[in-house]
């Protein structure tokens, strides 16, 4: 197999990666493949296909971390998720540890009940977001505006 093919191929397999995690430093371990395959293309040694590789991917990292700043650690699909604080969902059943799946914008979503909550069935309002989790109260903020969510 050329050599140009295992650097194309990590860079698409580092390209999946960046899909599935939303992580945007798989994009530029990407990046610093398809370098390392370019200079492979072009007839470069092992040495200065991993100096290419490891220069561009660097480079990349460091222009995503300093120059569009911390926000892309987390490339949240939702940055408007603010709007959907006090949004009501229903929950059938709780797990013993206060923690449930609930249907959110059209996917399972984790939820854990917030510390004042009671978790038992019924109606609760999203008082926030941990990574990846909801927190569930069983009354809404003041002020927030309630609105139902259609599954």
Known sequence: ???YYVWFLLAAMALVMEALSRRAYFLAASIG???GGLI????????L???AALIAAAADAYYLRHRLGRA????????DFEEDEALTLFVDEWNDDATTTVQYHGAAW????AADARPRAGHFFIKGRARDQLILANERRRGARVKLHQG
């Open 33 to 35: 493949f398809l370098s």
């Open 110 to 113: 984790k939820a854990t009940a």
């Open 72 to 79: 892309i650690h987390d490339l949240s699909p939702r940055e």
């Open 40 to 47: 492979a293309v072009v007839g470069g040694t092992v040495g």
């Open 49 to 51: 296909q991993l100096l």
């Open 1 to 3: 197999m050329q050599a």
